[in-house]
């Protein structure tokens, strides 16, 4: 086979090889479409943290409607600062590192975790582990959904998406700690 036949068969090939990817049926298509009733019950994260020293986030969302949220699920936006150094490859740096996220609500998309079903008056608690590695004061939003994909949406008592926001000021300094010497443990002052 000639060069340019060899090339013609190499860029056919490759556009066949294109057009099968992403195909397939839709990613939202077993999300059912509607509005779902939460309340968010509890939403803590200490207010002062100091560098190095791990904190927990704790939102533990209910279910208020009656019918069954198809896929509870939070998204955080604050965990990472947007760095404005030119030519960097990821621009976002973390605030915070997440020791541990929800457990067992890892999901494809950054920021966003998802506890699966939710029946009528029952609650989820989402909970992370986290440390901070960046001193300053940060705003940490968070937002509840009722799916992954935009077709189920979760709405609070006054009609709008369940949100809110956390300030958080990071000390430079990290904690005092010594360990004990009689029982070995690390205590933190």
């Known amino acids: ?8 068969a190499v860029g056919l090939l490759l556009a066949l090889g294109a057009a099968g990817c992403g195909g397939g049926s839709r990613q939202d298509k ?17 207010s002062a943290q100091h560098i190095a020293d791990q904190s927990r986030m704790r939102i533990a969302v209910r279910n208020t409607g009656n019918q069954t949220v198809p896929n509870v699920a939070i998204t955080i936006h604050g965990f990472t600062r947007r760095d404005t150094q030119p030519g960097l490859a990821d621009p ?3 605030v915070w590192i997440v020791d541990r996220g929800p457990v067992g609500g890892d999901t494809a998309y ?8 939710l029946a009528p ?8 582990r986290v ?13 509840v959904a009722a799916g992954l994909n935009g077709k189920a949406k979760a709405r609070a008592a006054g009609g709008g998406v369940p949100q809110g926001r956390f300030t958080i000021h990071v000390s430079a300094k990290p904690p005092q700690a010594r360990v004990n010497p009689d029982t070995g443990a690390v205590e933190r002052s």
């Not at 086979?1 to 013609?8: D, I, Q």
């Not at 950054?110 to 079903?117: I, P, S």
């Not at 008056?121 to 992370?128: A, H, K, M, P, S």
């Open 1 to 8: 086979m000639g060069m340019g036949r060899r090339a013609m």
């Open 30 to 46: 077993n999300e059912p479409s509607g509005t779902f009733d939460v309340r968010v019950v509890k939403a803590t994260f200490p």
């Open 92 to 94: 976002n740096k973390p």
């Open 110 to 117: 950054v920021g966003t975790w998802a506890l699966g079903r």
């Open 121 to 128: 008056n029952q609650t989820r608690v989402f909970e992370w």
């Open 131 to 143: 440390t901070p590695i960046l001193p300053g004061v940060y705003k940490v939003r968070w937002e």
